[in-house]
């Protein structure tokens, strides 16, 4: 039976999904774009926009990819938690039944 949506198991899937998507974002060649912009590859306010916008974009993919990992912390915190819970309910009740 596959895991349900809540399930520990769900939840580390899903942390591991956004590891991988924050390390593609990492990897991405579009983070070194800005490097083929600015005065030194052409001249006048077009190319300073330009830079401008690629810096805010890199800046951007940085910060999703950051808050990807920060998110799969916190749905491996919860599948730990869940896990931790009924470890203590099993315990509980097999205290209970002896």
């Known amino acids: 039976m596959p895991p349900g949506p809540g399930s520990p198991e769900q939840l580390r899937q899903r942390s591991t999904l956004l590891r991988i998507t924050a390390s593609?974002?990492?990897a991405t060649p579009a983070l070194v774009l800005y490097r083929r912009a600015g005065d030194d590859v052409w001249r006048g306010p077009t190319p300073t926009r330009c830079l401008d916008d690629l810096l805010r974009m890199r800046t951007q993919l940085l910060a999703t990819a950051d808050e990807l990992r920060a998110n799969a912390r916190q749905l491996d915190l919860r599948a730990d938690q869940i896990d931790a819970?009924?470890?203590?309910?099993?315990?509980?009740?097999?205290?209970?039944?002896?």
């Open 24 to 26: 593609k974002l990492d």
């Open 85 to 98: 819970d009924a470890r203590t309910r099993a315990a509980a009740t097999a205290g209970g039944a002896g």
